[in-house]
């Protein structure tokens, strides 16, 4: 990204039993905030929920990832 660019602004979801019930580290949403920051975004929220899709979709409503999601099924 150029210096006058505006960074995108990321938000990370980590779709988790074991790290919503404490039984597991969240390594993967670390991670993909590191990779996002490395690479110039501005990742604005971190969030783990339980597995399951009713979850998940309530959490992405009104993203885009989450039309570009539904549109793929």
Do not use: C, N, Y
Not at 12 to 33: F, Q
């Amino acid at each position: 990204m150029s210096e006058s660019t505006q960074p995108i602004e990321a938000k990370v979801l980590t779709v988790s039993d074991g790290v919503v019930s404490g039984t597991r580290v969240d390594a993967s949403g670390a991670a993909l905030v590191d990779v996002l920051t490395a690479h110039g975004f501005s990742v604005v929220h971190t969030e783990v929920v339980s597995d399951g899709e009713a979850v998940v979709a309530q959490r992405g409503k009104g993203t885009g990832a989450a039309a570009e999601l539904h549109s793929r099924r």
